[in-house]
């Protein structure tokens, strides 16, 4: 849906653990709609990501890429298998299995260029992307100013009203959650507390061979080996064991409840605005994960 996701946040706390994020004033700022905003436990829960996140967004993935590939049938087009890699590879939740798979996923090759099954002619890839992505659109604006816009029709935006009931309403379940967790991240990896763990997770590497001051660092010298056009096997393996090691130092000095604690320490912080809209994104990924776990 739209082409933001949440890679961009990666970035923004894997450089808050360098230690050299600039933070917002502290608290929110005046609600212009008036009134204040509490959030619910299952929007506080998604804000942080906390377990099952993972679990669940891999399960809304699936169900809709297979209502998506069910209506591609229907109108008589092949639709991709879905891919086994995971949802999410947070610096801080890693992803193990798929890390001794890709490292970080640097050297790993890009999706297939063809955006079309194979041994379509023009007119039907015509066809094709009409319906897949049909002909209209609409955009979500998120209150910190993103706009967002997405397919209304074609069997895109049919598989997220069936799973969602509504595709503004999958939009705002996607990217509000994200709007959240970027607003919160400054504000985790400037916690003094983090600053604590990320000394630990820095010795940590150190004892493994790996001498890195941060996940940044440790991130910008697979970048940098990669560049120096190292044989692909090799630029591989020095990525695969940084990254392995980088992950296991992440779960070896307490990250993931740390940054879990944190992150709700610091949710107060969010607009009164982003609070609301997160309680009814949580409300509509709720009631999206019932109809998917009930097939």
Known sequence: MGTKRSGFAVAVLVAGLAGCTTVPPAGPPADPAGGSAVLTA??????????PYREEQSLLRRTEHALTRDCMARRGYPYP??????????????????RRRHGYGFARPGPSAGR??????????????????????ATLRLSSGPRFTFATTGC????????????MDAARADY???????????????????????????????GRGHPYDSMSAARAAVSSAL??????????????AVAV????????????????????????????VQRRDLNTAADVRAAALLRAASG
């Open 156 to 167: 895109l935006a049919e598989s997220r009203i069936r799973l969602y009931g509504d595709v």
């Open 81 to 98: 298998a879905a891919g086994t890699d995971t949802v999410l590879d947070d610096p801080w939740r890693p992803d193990l299995d798929s």
């Open 176 to 206: 509000v959650p994200q709007e959240a967790f970027n607003a919160l991240l400054p504000h985790i990896a400037a916690d003094p507390d983090l600053h604590e763990a990320t000394r630990k997770w820095s010795s940590c590497m150190r």
């Open 245 to 272: 090691a980088d992950g296991e130092c992440a779960l070896a000095v307490g990250l993931p409840p740390l940054v879990d604690r944190l992150g709700r320490r610091h949710a107060g912080k969010l607009t009164a």
């Open 227 to 240: 560049r120096a056009n190292r044989p692909a096997g090799e630029a591989l393996t020095f990525e695969t």
């Open 42 to 51: 299952a929007a506080l829960d998604l804000a942080v990501r906390a377990e």
């Open 116 to 137: 079309y099954p194979p041994g379509l002619t023009g007119s039907q890839r015509s066809g094709y992307e009409s319906a897949l992505s049909g002909e209209r659109r």
